[in-house]
């Protein structure tokens, strides 16, 4: 009887994996890999391949490397004989600093949303659809939305979800123990206080191949929800301020036609609205290509941002995000030994303030 319940949690440099008993085992023996569809008969063909026998839930492997993805199958054993495999799980284990910080994919998609805010009209016509395609006329104006700002309790939120699906092969905004996706943001540390709102958008894709192309993935699914209506509503909504946006890698089986197992891209967008501050935020990027928009490894980290007597530092892919009331401020970025001085209006709504560098001369795009 082969092994079910699988879970795995992830933290710097490590993974714990639990999973439900099996009767009349005596042990069980846990392998893992840094590719999927990994088989327990010949683990260390794959790479990174090793495994650890009698093991007991929950067992935590170590010494693994960080923002690298790595594949689970347990085993149980009796005094003369070893079950099959188990269905395979993932995790991806991130050092303390990115755990809190999205990925440069992450930031990809939230510039892709608020690139889709910033003219509905012009996305629309990107994908060869009509704006309100599939929605009553008019249920979405072609006016600019605020720009969403990213939040790291949201950020948590998503990726943890979009775990939970790929380790359970569920694909649904009920998650963990019935959770709704306001429970999961409040379980994440995401604090609502009236006025407040809540949504979600989920999105799966898969390969047959042992190895996809995030940054690709990324694109795919936002073409994929932003011609959904539904999911089209969520991306342009005036009820939303902020956003965390959770890709995670794993193998998921795909029913119906495919029946089989893909490794897959699972993703998940939390927005939510919660009190009245407002937010600037915006990326610091090195236009390398010169296409004028926010490309996977453009990012500047450590940048220095001032929004008046308002301080923080752009993650290791750029971004930034700072509270603000409504009302007039000084700001201030510094990058690489150029210096953007400006000045923002918040005026009841979030403001985005990007920075570009090209060929060491930085140009400000605001809105």
């Not at 042990?27 to 893992?32: P, Q, S």
Request: hydrophobic share 35%.
């Amino acid at each position: 009887m082969p092994v079910t319940g699988l879970e795995t949690s992830a933290a710097s440099n490590r993974v714990s994996v639990v999973w439900d008993p099996v009767p009349g085992a005596t042990g069980y023996n846990l392998y893992w890999a840094s590719e999927p569809y990994i088989n327990s008969t010949n683990i260390h063909a794959f790479n990174n391949g090793d495994w650890q026998e009698d093991v007991s839930a929950p067992w935590q492997v170590n010494g693994l490397s960080n923002d690298q993805t790595y594949y689970f199958v347990v085993t149980a054993t009796t005094d003369t004989q070893e079950s099959e495999d188990s269905a395979e799980v993932s995790a991806t284990p991130r050092s303390q600093l990115a755990q809190s910080n999205p990925s440069a994919q992450e930031v990809l998609m939230l510039e892709l949303i608020n690139r889709a805010r910033f003219d509905p009209e012009a996305e629309a016509a990107r994908f060869g659809i009509d704006l309100n395609q599939g929605l009553n006329p008019g249920t979405i104006s072609s006016a600019q939305k605020p720009p969403l700002a990213h939040n790291r309790q949201l950020l948590q939120a998503s990726r943890d979800h979009s775990q939970w699906m790929l380790n359970s092969d569920i694909f649904s905004h009920t998650g963990e123990n019935g959770s709704d996706p306001g429970d999961r943001m409040a379980a994440a540390g995401y604090a609502f206080n009236p006025p407040y709102s809540y949504g979600e958008n989920i999105a799966v894709a898969g390969t047959s191949g042992s190895s996809l192309n995030k940054t690709t993935y990324i694109y795919s699914h936002h073409q994929g929800l932003f011609e959904s209506a539904g999911h089209r509503r969520n991306l342009l909504s005036t009820n939303f301020k902020e956003v965390g946006v959770g890709q995670n890698i794993g193998t998921y089986y795909f029913s119906g036609n495919y029946g089989d197992w893909f490794l897959s891209s699972m993703l998940t967008q939390s927005f939510a609205a919660s009190g009245s501050s407002y937010f600037v935020s915006g990326v610091v990027y090195n236009d390398s290509n010169g296409n004028n928009f926010y490309d996977v490894g453009e990012g500047l980290g450590g940048a220095n941002v001032s929004i008046g007597n308002a301080n923080t530092t752009t993650s290791a892919s750029g971004l930034y995000t700072l509270a603000r009331s409504n009302g007039s401020y000084s700001i201030s970025i510094t990058t690489g030994g150029i210096e953007v001085n400006d000045t923002v209006v918040v005026n009841g709504a979030n403001r985005k303030f990007d920075v570009i560098v090209n060929a060491g001369e930085a140009t400000v795009n605001s809105w």
